[in-house]
């Protein structure tokens, strides 16, 4: 079987829960501490401004909730999105209205953006489709000029920059995801940036129940009367532990190693599939940016493209479309109001888009594998077509 996704996970990783184990302290403490100040370093903030919690879906939750949105406030997101991001919207009393894509990147032009805004919309959220930067800076402009604050779901793109600057930092806020298919993984977990230092205080307090003080020893010490509580409005437990912390900082050392052997499969797909008729790969990346490479692409007619996956699934390679477009979901348009909008693009991508396997994992004749299966089903199915 090869796999779409694999986590690289190892003796280094293994040591460093093990030490946790030794310490007796597995929640929220000094490794959490250590990971979040490293990773608020690779981004090139200031550490009050990152906090790690158990998810990146929490970290959707934990930005659109600090929104306070009322009741019909818009919120933009590509219909293309990962539908944590319109369950988040829809749960803080919010409107989804779905955008546009690139057909090519799979992600919001700023134009796109700007064709949903209406004076109604209070946010925009746009990940980066495989961990490609997309348009983000002409987006983040758009956004400070219409006053309307922008999260990045960069969930995908924990390695991907533009002229140097890291991917969710354009923004007003920011998540990442750690889950098990992820680039960088701790089993489950995320990270969230706030730009704004007191949102950012704000977002730590309803991370962890409201409260405005850390329990535990350390309290103790600065409070004599440490078990009461002070909570000026209520909020979840969404934090992370030591224990997760513990891998993500290992694996956060080992992050350039990792992308670095993605972009080389990536190049490879890009040769072996170079001139073969019928499929469209994954376009050049503009100058300046950087992309983690967390899906590579490919693009077909749509009378083959399911029929292709099922080729390649007997011959045990998982293949996948990521993300099946969320204005076809009635729990996000019908149910809550949203305008319908011309998603051309959108429906031109979820019919023709395969995601193939990638991670580091995988050697180079796995990836020659692939490529000849994909090859082989694709000019079997054409000539079936035709026929
Ligand atoms: C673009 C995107 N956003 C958010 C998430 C949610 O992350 P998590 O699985 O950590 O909750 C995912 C997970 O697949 C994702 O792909």
Redesign the pocket.
Known sequence: MINLFQPQVGAEELDAVAAVFEDHWLGHGPRTKAFEAAFAEHLGVAPEHVLFIN??????FLAVESLDLQDGDEVVLPSL??L??ANAVVGSRGRPVFCDVDPRTLNPTAKDVAAALTDRTKAVVV?HYGGYPGDIVEIARLCRERGVTLIE?A??SVASRVDGRAVGTFGDLA?W???A??VLVTG???MIYVKDAEQAARVRRLAYHGLTQSSGFGYAKVSARWWELDIPEPGRRVIGNDLTAAIGSVQLRRLPEMVRRRREIVALYDRELAGFDGLLTPPALPAGHESTHYFYWVQMDPAIRDQVAGDLLADDIYTTF??APLHKVPAYTTAVGAPAADLRASDWVSDRTLCLPLHPGLSDDDVRTVVASLRKAVERRRSETAA
Not at 55 to 60: C, D, I, Q
């Open positions: 998810s990146g879906t929490s970290g959707l999105s990962f944590a991001a990940l779901d969930a995908c998540m995801s750690f889950d298919m992820k489950d977990g995320g990521r993300y």
